[in-house]
């Protein structure tokens, strides 16, 4: 999956095993998905809040570098992948 942010792929397959579990499907279908830009399967489980919040978050890489260098998510990254 190409991406403009600084994710390792460690990091990344981290982030789809927990989105996967959070959204209650296939973590490989998801990047499946995500990779074909087709979100609509997965969109339609969520809240019209969380699907306006994940939309926002798309359209603006300087939002998702900001997200993932919080030391939350960093911590978080680092637990998953067992560091």
């Known amino acids: 999956m190409g991406n403009n942010f600084n994710i390792s792929p460690d ?3 981290s982030l789809m095993q927990m ?3 959070k ?3 296939d973590p490989q279908k998801l990047k ?3 990779q074909s830009g087709n979100m609509d399967g997965l969109m339609q ?3 019209p809040g969380q699907q ?3 939309n926002n978050l798309m359209n603006n890489p300087a939002a998702i570098e900001k997200l993932i260098a919080s030391p ?3 911590m978080l990254l680092k637990g998953l992948m067992g560091k």
């Open 23 to 25: 959204m209650g499907t």
């Open 52 to 54: 306006a919040q994940i």
């Open 72 to 74: 939350k998510v960093q």
């Open 45 to 47: 489980n969520l809240t």
């Open 32 to 34: 499946e998905q995500m």
């Open 19 to 21: 989105a996967s579990q």
């Open 11 to 13: 990091q990344m397959d």
